[in-house]
């Protein structure tokens, strides 16, 4: 298995522009997860998917942040616009359906986000 | 919202030696797993617990889960450079959500 796909792996961008992270998670996991790790906050959850529907968001930022899952392979989280303090790594993780309460998250390498 | 302290911060400690990485909740425990992160990388699964006074073993780390379930540790024994990184408890719930701890930064040195 290729495990989560992330890309792109770094992005650096000015402040202002629009940033799209993508993921695919492993074929056949119904639960996608986004998080985000700063050296201030640690690795916090920002939004994720059961069945491609977005179940709690309760982590996103603001207004800028949005995620979207069109289908069981694919999915978006979209900054617009981008702010210096965005900066951070973006984990993707994905999690099969949980079996005697056991629900292990494989995550992805990563995207490296620099906003100047 | 629960919460998950972890101590120490971080630890640098000479190869061969034990050390002992805690995690504390604010709520009880259903569920606790632990990840390792190595430096730039994603996380890697180590290992989950669930009932009060489980213990676990995978190669020379070994996690425990206290009876009250408010706690666990994680033990290495023997430490080596390639334990080196950073260490992340997670808490599950009814939920497919995961909240994680501040981590502990792991520096093994020969």
């Known amino acids: 298995d290729a495990g989560v796909i992330q890309s792109p792996r770094h992005e650096v961008t000015e402040m202002g522009q629009e940033v799209t992270l993508r993921c695919k998670p492993i074929s056949g996991h119904n639960s996608l997860f986004w998080y985000r790790q700063t050296m201030m906050r640690g690795l916090e959850l920002l939004i994720y998917f059961n069945n491609n529907v977005p179940i709690d968001d309760s982590g996103m930022p603001e207004d800028r942040f949005s995620a979207k899952m069109p289908n069981a392979s694919f999915s978006t989280l979209k900054i617009q616009p981008s702010e210096p303090r965005d900066s951070a790594v973006y984990f993707c993780?994905?999690?099969?359906?949980?079996?005697?309460?056991?629900?292990?998250?494989?995550f992805g390498p990563g995207t490296r986000l620099t906003v100047l | 919202s629960q919460e998950l302290e972890q101590s120490p911060q971080s630890l640098i400690v000479q190869e061969g030696k034990n050390l002992t990485i805690n995690c504390t909740s604010s709520k009880t425990l259903y569920g606790l797993y632990w990840y390792k992160q190595k430096y730039g990388e994603g996380l890697i699964f180590l290992m989950m617990l669930q009932k009060g006074g489980e213990e676990k073993s995978h190669e020379k780390i070994t996690a425990k889960l206290d009876e009250k379930k408010q706690q666990s540790s994680l033990h290495i024994t023997a430490s080596q450079p390639s334990h080196a990184g950073i260490y992340l408890c997670?808490?599950?719930?009814?939920?497919?959500?995961?909240?994680f701890g501040t981590g502990t930064r792991l520096q093994v040195f020969p």
């Open positions: 997670g808490a599950g719930s009814n939920t497919d959500k995961l909240i």
């Open positions: 993780a994905s999690s099969s359906p949980r079996l005697a309460g056991v629900n292990e998250q494989f």
